[in-house]
């Protein structure tokens, strides 16, 4: 009677393994497809707002990347914005995150921080968006706002914009 107690014992317990391990692996697959944002995008941005910049530009691009577990790096070479106070400057990199909220779509935060034209912190620009990824997962569009601000939170100036972005591939040498 132990014995046949023991064998069952074996059994379910082998079993319990057994169904963990395969739900273990669903997870990881699941997982890994739920991560499609990660990897390095090209974008090409479309300005508009800032209506006390006419000076601002209405179109850049810059370089992000998309880190599995939700982080994001971004560079910017260098952005110019006139005001009346002077000249405002946004370059280098910007440190984010992003969240998956749909089957192919993800919403993020960004932030970068904003000199004078002497390169003294003044600011941080806060952009929040949304990016739609398309069914090949090799490119997306997207759109947003930005919030100039000084680092009391006064809102200086805020902005609407629109991405289109290209996920980078590795190129073979020739």
């Keep these: 009677m132990r ?3 023991s064998k069952i014992l074996s059994i379910v317990v082998t079993l319990v393994i057994g169904s963990l391990l395969v739900f273990t692996g669903s997870l990881v697959a699941a997982a890994s497809q739920a991560g499609f944002l990660q990897g390095t995008w090209s974008d090409h941005l479309s300005v508009e707002g800032f209506p006390t910049f006419p000076m601002y530009c209405t179109y850049f691009s810059d370089l992000v990347g998309a880190q599995v577990g939700g982080s994001m790096l971004c560079t910017i070479n260098r952005i110019e914005l006139p ?3 002077g000249k405002l400057v946004l370059q280098g990199t910007g440190h984010g995150v992003w969240a998956q909220t749909k089957s192919r779509e993800f919403d993020f935060t960004m932030a970068f921080f904003i000199t004078d ?3 003294n912190l003044v ?3 806060k952009i929040r968006g949304v990016k739609h990824l398309n069914e ?3 490119k997306y569009t997207g759109e947003g706002i930005d919030e ?3 680092f009391e939170g006064n809102i200086m100036a805020t902005s609407s914009w629109t991405v289109e972005g290209t996920k980078m591939v590795v190129e073979p040498m020739e």
């Design 3 to 5: 014995y046949k107690q």
């Design 83 to 85: 005001t009346p106070q």
């Design 117 to 119: 034209g002497s390169g």
């Design 123 to 125: 600011g941080m620009s």
């Design 136 to 138: 090949s997962m090799d």
């Design 148 to 150: 100039i601000m000084d």
